[in-house]
């Protein structure tokens, strides 16, 4: 009897499937950047995605009355708004309230660009936002006619909502640390010469050998010093295919035993694994920068000392004409106008998005550098022993034989891999389940580490193995089994699965 498991899905051009496990990394286009260099101009440094969020819908509610009495919107629409005792205050009060209380973070995050002598997008905002606060307040205690409560309000409520937008795309992509971090066991079985001890990975240390039980994930870098298993390194490798580990094979921390167990003598811990090199790479694209957010920070610092001499001479030429209202009013306008809507908002949030699109699909960019050149890519040459895979093995073919039905062979089979927590077991058993088959009971249920997996099913002794397996039972493959596996199967990478029952 045979199963055929392939140990990848199946790829279709054009397709792209990716597993949770499964990482690619997109090569450095230029010399990669230190995360802290980039984190030390992070114009959102110290906020909270729930903060913008809060701010954003609290400012959205004070807004809408703002807009809805503001005399200028009332004639645009034609309507008039109901009055009441102080009605006429009412964009004054919430407009202000708008301005303190949504606009502040604005405000702080242009004095730390200004502390560093480098004006910035949060420096525009915060120029617009405060010379229409300034001269609408000053409207109000009629110094002159220019009421743009309307205009701060939703102004700064419209900056809020993209900026919270551009946080929770951050977040999410900040996420794939989290998911990484995840790999690793809480604990790990350090053996001592007292017997099996159960510790925090912090206490462990180089030399220190560790138990790795069946489907328990390994705890530190290390070398096997006794034991047989199969370990799933998809989260290394991307192959979904068990690798055969026993003493003097290294294993790396985050990945898999099954079949077996293993005693392993930790090499790194900590920061020095494998696993925590890739979370920097992680951590270092999410600091960085494309060019394309460069030349907006640039063109921000530009614009803004464009706007402040413009802003100047604007009023300086009406206040020489003798008008002092139109000065204050034109200026105001000037101001107001180059804050960059746009600008601040486009840019940040596409390449955030599109990082944040790329880690929830297993894609981790090491440079957003590389992913803003990636558009003049013409080839894309992957570098792989295999097909490209979605991380986990999938049944795909079945074919019996000497007799048998392919509903018998699979019903054996998963009787006897139900009890197994070996990545293949569970693919056969997954895919028994989607063809509908019911598996039979089976007892006495033994794992045979490197060869396979042993069961009693309805008085019956039955064998699920590999090549190896059928060496040791001395069975020989039937000539039109042995003939398709040569030739492998054209979709993904077989893995021949033989029975043996005996009565």
Same mark, same amino acid.
């Given at each position: ?17 990716? $597993? ?54 009332? $004639? ?9 005792? =102080? ?72 900056? %809020?909502?993209? $900026?919270?937008?551009?946080?929770? *795309? ?12 995840? %790999? ?136 020489? =004409? ?22 601040? %908002? ?12 790329? =880690? ?36 795909? *073919?079945?074919? *019996? ?66 090549? $190896? ?35």
């Amino acid at each position: 009897m045979h199963l055929q498991v392939e140990a990848d899905a199946d790829m279709n051009p054009g397709q792209t499937h990716h $597993h949770a496990e499964h990482t690619m990394h997109v090569a450095h286009a230029v010399p990669p950047k230190t995360a802290a260099a980039h984190m030390g101009h992070d114009r959102h440094a110290g906020h909270s995605v729930a903060m913008f969020r809060d701010k954003f819908w609290l400012t959205l509610i004070l807004t809408l009355p703002v807009v809805a009495w503001s005399e200028e919107v009332q $004639h645009w629409f034609g309507y008039t708004a109901p009055t009441f005792p =102080a009605s006429q205050y009412i964009p004054a009060f919430l407009g202000t309230i708008v301005f303190l209380y949504g606009g502040s973070v604005f405000i702080h995050g242009a004095w730390g660009e200004l502390a560093d002598r480098r004006p910035g997008m949060m420096t525009l905002i915060s120029l617009g936002i405060v010379v229409a606060f300034t001269a609408s307040l000053a409207a109000t205690f009629g110094f002159f006619e220019i009421d743009v409560w309307w205009e701060v309000a939703t102004l700064i409520t419209i900056m %809020l909502l993209g $900026h919270w937008l551009e946080m929770k *795309a951050i977040a999410q992509a900040r996420g794939a640390l989290d998911a990484l971090a995840a %790999l690793l066991p809480d604990s790990a079985e350090r053996i001592t010469e007292s017997g099996v001890e159960k510790v925090p990975l912090a206490e462990l240390r180089v030399g220190d050998v560790v138990l790795v039980r069946p489907g328990a994930r390994v705890p530190a870098d290390g070398k096997v010093i006794e034991g047989t298993a199969e370990v799933d390194e998809s989260l290394i490798t991307g192959e979904s295919r068990g690798i055969s580990k026993g003493p003097g094979t290294t294993v790396v921390a985050g990945t898999v035993a099954a079949g077996g167990s293993l005693r392993v003598r930790v090499s790194a811990v900590g920061e020095e694994t494998a696993l925590s090199g890739i979370m920097r790479l992680v951590a270092a694209a999410q600091a960085s920068g494309s060019r394309a957010q460069a030349l907006a920070d640039r063109a921000a610092a530009l614009l803004f000392y464009v706007a402040l001499a413009s802003g100047v001479l604007t009023f300086g030429y009406w206040r020489l =004409a003798g008008d002092s209202a139109h000065a204050v009013t034109r200026t105001a306008t000037v101001l107001i106008i180059a804050c960059p809507h746009a600008l601040g %908002l486009a840019i940040p949030l596409v390449i955030a998005i599109s990082t944040s699109l790329g =880690a929830q699909n297993g894609l981790l960019v090491k440079d957003r550098l590389a992913l803003e050149r990636a558009r003049d890519l013409d080839v894309v040459i992957f570098d792989k022993t295999g097909t490209l895979t979605r991380g986990a093995p999938t049944l795909s *073919a079945v074919a *019996a034989v000497s007799g048998a039905s392919e509903e018998e062979v699979l019903k054996l089979a998963a009787s006897v891999e139900a009890d197994s927590e070996h990545p293949l077991a569970k693919a056969i058993v997954r895919g028994v389940n989607r063809r509908g088959a019911n598996p039979l009971q089976g007892r006495n249920f033994e794992a045979m580490p490197g060869s396979g997996a042993h069961a009693n099913v309805n008085g019956q002794s039955v064998f699920v193995g590999g090549p $190896h397996l059928l060496s040791e039972l001395k069975v020989v493959l039937p000539s039109e089994l042995e003939k398709q596996q040569r030739s492998g199967h054209p979709r993904g990478r077989p893995c021949f699965m033989s029975l043996r029952t005996d009565g």
